[in-house]
């Protein structure tokens, strides 16, 4: 079985930067598209940030130029680094990605990481 867990969530001041992880294991061939999505209380979840396998990145316009994504296709990780954090981007994150099990791809996600930003 395949597995996502997030990490690095937490508090803090509007400003400041969080690093988020993603750390996928399991019987895993390959991994495709690597996502980040956050849903606040009573919001729909949103797409964050999306990154393929060849390293091509896209950013939700609330976040562009303050979110980076990145990864390790070596070690099956995925980061988010979050800078200039506004109060509106507290949130639940959750990693989401496609991952190929021996011959079929299938979708995945983690259980999610609080971060709050305080003002």
């Known amino acids: 079985q395949v597995q996502l867990v997030e990490s690095g969530g937490g508090l803090v001041q509007a400003g400041g930067s969080l690093r988020l992880s993603c750390a996928a294991s399991?019987?895993?061939?390959?991994?495709?598209?690597m996502c980040w999505y956050r849903q606040a209380p009573g919001k729909q979840r949103e797409l964050v940030a999306v990154?393929?396998?060849?390293?091509?990145?896209n950013y939700a316009d609330s976040v562009q130029g303050r979110f980076t994504i990145s990864r390790d296709n070596a070690k099956n990780t995925a980061s988010l680094q979050m800078n200039s954090l506004k109060p509106e981007d507290t949130a639940v994150y959750y990693c989401?990605?496609?991952?190929?099990?021996?011959?079929?791809?299938?979708?995945?996600w983690g259980q999610g990481t609080q971060v709050t930003v305080s003002s």
């Open positions: 399991g019987r895993i061939r390959s991994i495709n598209d």
């Open positions: 989401n990605a496609d991952i190929v099990v021996f011959a079929i791809r299938r979708n995945y």
């Open positions: 990154i393929t396998s060849g390293g091509s990145t």
